[in-house]
Nanobody, 122 residues
Framework: QGQLVESGGGLVQAGGSLRLSCSTS???????MGWFRQAPGKEREFVAR????????SYSDSVKGRFTISRDIRRNTVYLQMNRLEPDDTAVYYC????????????????WGQGTQVTVSS
């Protein structure tokens, strides 16, 4: 059973919204949580991250102003609210957990979810 489980993906028209959720196992102690995405034929790319204690956030330039990452410590859950979606946002979205550090590269994250598909139609 996965330690990070995403949900909330789906098909939406351009301009619409979706909210992704990622629940973590209670025995994990994240320092930060991140969302990445991978479109067909492309590398997995950083989308957003949140520091578990304190709630600091940062975003890639492509989603800044449209996406919001947040966390609910009591529920061990991180969210990605995606507004004004565009066809270029179509990808498999992955949740990831970092035990230490504050990075944006794949190798810095220790645990990954299985991914959830987001498809934005034009």
């Amino acid at each position: 059973q996965g330690q990070l489980v995403e949900s909330g993906g789906g098909l939406v028209q351009a301009g619409g919204s979706l909210r992704l959720s990622c629940s973590t196992s209670s025995h994990l102690s994240p320092y930060a949580m991140g969302w990445f995405r991978q479109a067909p034929g492309k590398e997995r790319e950083f989308v957003a991250r949140v520091r578990w204690s304190g709630g600091d956030t940062s975003y890639s330039d492509s989603v800044k102003g449209r996406f919001t990452i947040s966390r609910d410590i009591r529920r061990n859950t991180v969210y990605l609210q995606m507004n004004r979606l565009e066809p270029d946002d179509t990808a498999v979205y992955y949740c990831a957990m970092m035990s230490a550090g504050w990075g944006q590269t794949r190798g810095e994250y220790d645990y990954w979810g299985q991914g959830t598909q987001v498809t934005v139609s034009s």
